[in-house]
């Protein structure tokens, strides 16, 4: 879990970070609302961060192997009642250092107004997934 914030704190500022959670996890969240997303994904660094892990061996991600990088990774955000995010849970794959670096990208879509709740950011759970490829 440190190392999954020490890289989220690399990739988007100790400032916001100081105040959002960042974990990884797993569950069933069928029933949290979902997000709409409403501009494009990650940056193109933290993917091909990713899939340089997997083509070093550094990591290993079940479904995906070297030369070929396609995943879809669900993920949680916890608005509290002035509409800033105050948790955000990615969904283990396996690889806690690349699981950090989606997080610090994730909070920076996030930032930028990349999903939305239906209504805007109100107090609640929400969930999402980013998809992203790299070839």
Partial sequence: MKRILAAAALMFGASQ??????????GDWSNIPEMRQMVDSIDSDTVAAIHEMLENGECTIEGQRAGKLDMTVPFLIQVNASGQIDRLVVEKFGCEKAEGLLAGAL??????????PKGGMHEGWFRGDVSFAHS
């Fill in 107 to 116: 909070l920076k879509l996030l930032d930028r107004g990349g999903y939305r």
């Fill in 17 to 26: 970070l100081a105040a959002t959670t960042v974990e990884s996890g797993t």
